[in-house]
């Protein structure tokens, strides 16, 4: 655990609130700061790059580092920025990453945005900051929560992959299309993504879900558009990417 006093003075949170369409114009921070969405989805460009911040990822951005950022969820979207002092900020890295959100660190960011305001919780407070910043430096992290890739081969496999009318389709049959070994195309993409085809699409799946569910369409529904037969296969593999149900997500 950090050995740092007071870490109330080099870690301010900030909460905000997005509409639709939102836009956050380019800006930088002597500060380091974590973003991470309680609800919807956050896209944002960075270093003339690409990035989604959905619920269950956070982003890390390195001190003086340029970036806009533009809502794209259909309600109101909840957003928590947790800064962090230059003191502080290299135990995070020097590089842009998406961190894995996992229920406790979510949980352990509400409780403190809960408790930061009372003066009786002090002692409280600093020891739940000094847990935060370990679990931010341990949490699994990645480039890109969804990387993109500019290979002649695998950009038109990928866009099949990520578009709703190809969900029914097996991956096997979407690959039989290339004119690459299956083998070759996984060796790539883990070479080109840092990801097997698998688990971008299932995170390209994911996104799909959290839109369609702040849409309003029904579980069912997006069960179907997603390839599942049965609701409950679709419960359990949004709840293994983000710790809840789909009835929980939205009422969280």
């Known amino acids: 655990m950090h050995k740092l006093k007071n870490l109330a003075q080099y870690m301010q ?4 609130f997005y509409q639709k369409n939102d836009v956050i114009s380019a800006h930088s921070s002597l500060w380091g700061e974590f973003n991470l969405s309680l609800n919807g989805i956050l896209e944002y460009d960075i270093e003339q790059q690409r990035y989604l911040s959905p619920p269950h990822y956070g982003i890390w951005i390195p001190p003086h580092t340029a ?3 533009i809502a794209i969820d259909h309600k109101t979207t909840r957003y928590v920025c947790i800064r962090i002092h ?5 135990v995070l890295g020097e590089q842009i990453q998406s961190l894995n959100v996992s229920p406790f660190l979510r949980a352990l960011i509400l409780e403190i945005l809960k408790q930061r305001k009372n003066p009786a919780y002090l002692l409280h407070h600093e020891n739940l900051l000094a847990v935060l910043l370990d679990q931010l430096t341990t949490a699994p992290r990645y480039e890109h929560y969804l990387p993109s890739s500019h290979h002649h081969l695998l950009a038109p496999i990928l866009a099949k992959l990520s578009n709703a009318d190809f969900f029914g389709c097996s991956l096997q049959q979407i690959l039989q299309e290339s004119p690459l070994s299956e083998r070759h195309l ?6 080109e993504l840092q990801l097997s085809l698998s688990e971008w699409r299932n995170r390209a799946k994911m996104i799909y879900a959290i839109n369609q569910l702040h849409q309003g369409s029904s579980i069912k529904s997006i069960a179907l558009d997603l390839g599942y037969q049965h609701p409950s296969s679709f419960t359990e593999f949004f709840k293994r990417y983000t710790g809840h149900t789909p009835a929980q997500f939205l009422q969280t």
């Open 86 to 90: 230059p003191k502080l900020a290299h």
């Open 186 to 191: 996984l060796r790539l993409s883990q070479q």
């Open 67 to 69: 970036h806009t950022s």
């Open 13 to 16: 949170f900030d909460e905000f």
